[in-house]
Structures are given as C-alpha cells and as structure tokens.
C-alpha cells in the first residue's frame, strides 16, 4: 500500500512532453475538486483543465486556487452542466469534443446522497443513477473520439469514474434502470456494477484507452451536508467529526485517485482506495450478455434522441 508521500512523490513525477487537457465533471466540490486541485498542482498550473458542474461561485473559487500557468494559452475554465438531464450532457459533450479535439483525461465524480425513493428526471432516469451511471456513460460515449485522438498522436488518453469499485452486486437484466424494483440499496449495488461493466465495455471497444473504475472509501465532503434529506445533513453533523480519524478529506482522496488515473495502463482496471490495483478476481458481477444488454438499454435511455 502506497503512503500517501509516495502518491505525492509519484503524481509530482508526471511530467508530459504535451499539454494534457483534463475534464473534471463533478470538478466543483467533494473528490472532484480534491483530483483538480492535485493535477492543477503537480502540472503547476500548465494544463487546460475544465470543472464541469453546476456551481460556477465554487469552480471560479478553485480555479484561484491553481497555480498560474507559465505556458501561454493555457485556459482553466467552468463548464456549466446539470449530468441528469442526458440532453444537456450531449450538448455539453459535444461541445467540449469540438473545442478540444484531443482529451487526454476525463473525470467522472458526481453523485448525491439520498434516502428518497426512485426520483425520476424529464427523461424518466433516476436522478441517483443519473449521477452515477447514466450521464458518465454518455459523457465518455461522447468524449471517446477525443480520447482516441490523443492516444494516437501518442498522448495518454484515461477515463476515472469514481463510485465504489468492488462493492457491486448481481443486477437484473429485465429491470436494467430500476423501474420495476427500485430501492435506495438496490440503487447502489446496480449502479456500482453498471460502472464495472460500463469500464469493461469501453476497454473493450477501445483498445489501448484506459477506463478505471475505483474506490475512494469514506470521504469527508459535503455531500451530506448537501443532501436533500433532513436525517442525512443531521447525520453529518454528529457522525463525520466521529468517522474523520476513519476516512480521507478531500485534499487526501484527490491525491490517491490521481495516483490511481495516472499509473493506470490500457484496458478496464478496478482500483483501491489507496490507487493501487484491485484486479477483476473478486466482486465482479459482469458477464458477455450483461455488458450487451446494459450497453443497448443505456445507448437508448441516454440518446439525444430519447
């Protein structure tokens, strides 16, 4: 297990002869703006990295945070985005894809914490799985041809969806999206294994990309803080100072999922809290015809065209 002045020691040693282009979305707080402000730092401020989110005050009081750039044009930027709404992450998408040709890092951190039951968008997806699976998967459905540019002019080219690698569980392929059988657990567990088979099936149609799924434990942050249920922002008041001797902060939790995104190599990896490896042996719920069937049930739900 590497300690966290080996992380550090490791992320400062990233030093590529391009400039990395680098999308945060879910960049304005929590384990987003933890990776952010790590790679702002250990790129000393020369890379174009774009927040995406919802919350310019916030992103605009982390981009001050950065380091300022020596190399000229370098652009640090806000890209507002609601990721439950699937037409907005299209556009946004699109928009980003046409900006910045080549993408050399993209990061998938949102999430909410709720107790509600199955809360529905305009476009009839849960807004928790919205979250957590469905608009990180339409936003690397968009985003690929970008990454496949700068992995053949020869540049890194790595996708990290942070939720909760390892901790899935068996899904129903009839009921993929919950509408029948919906419950907060059930919520969790289907999501978590969307993401293993969402970084399998990516790997697999993109050889040479690097897709990651990971783990980062129990993080302080303020999504409890922030939570549309009363008994959970009451939780965080008397549980975190309890559980913080337990868990990471922010700052720590970036450094480790940076460690994770930038030592990973090519194909679909499952990481640790710590950004080690944690392989496929153990807690994979996938198979062929899952990967088939979540890939044609997501292309549909989360066309622009839907």
């Not at 985005?81 to 928009?95: L, N, P």
């Not at 129903?172 to 509408?179: P, Q, S, W």
């Amino acid at each position: 297990m590497p300690s966290l002045s080996t992380v550090r020691a490791s992320n400062a040693s990233f030093s590529p002869t391009y400039t990395p282009v680098a999308i945060f979305v879910g960049g304005t707080a929590g384990i987003g703006q933890g990776m952010a402000q790590a790679f702002a730092r250990h790129t000393k401020g020369n890379a174009h990295i774009i927040l995406v989110g919802r919350n310019r005050t916030a992103a605009e009081s982390i981009i001050k945070t950065f380091p300022k750039p020596t190399t000229p044009g370098i652009m640090h930027e806000f890209v507002e985005c609601d990721v439950t709404s699937m037409k907005t992450v299209h556009r946004v998408a699109e928009t980003l894809r046409t900006r910045f040709p080549k993408v050399n890092f993209l990061v998938l951190t949102t999430g909410v914490a709720t107790l509600d039951g199955r809360t529905e968008t305009e476009e009839g997806i849960d807004r928790k799985l919205a979250l957590h699976y469905y608009g990180r998967w339409r936003f690397i459905r968009d985003l690929v041809p970008s990454l496949e540019e700068a992995h053949e002019a020869g540049e890194d080219a790595k996708v990290i969806s942070v939720l909760a690698a390892g901790r899935g569980g068996e899904i129903d392929l009839e009921d993929l999206g919950l509408k029948k059988h919906y419950s907060v657990a059930n919520a969790h567990t289907s999501g978590t294994t969307y993401n293993d088979l969402m970084v399998k099936d990516f790997a697999a149609r993109h050889p040479g990309l690097t897709f990651i799924h990971s783990y980062p434990s129990i993080v302080t942050t303020d999504v409890l803080k922030k939570s549309p249920n009363r008994s959970l922002r009451i939780a965080n008041t008397f549980l975190v100072p309890l559980l913080r001797p337990f868990t990471y902060n922010a700052e720590t939790c970036g450094e480790h999922q940076l460690y994770a995104l930038l030592s990973a190599g090519p194909g679909a990896v499952r990481t640790k809290d710590n950004g080690d490896d944690m392989g496929w042996a153990s807690n994979y719920f996938g198979s062929e015809e899952a990967m088939r069937k979540l890939w044609e049930h997501t292309e549909e739900v989360t066309s622009p065209r839907a």
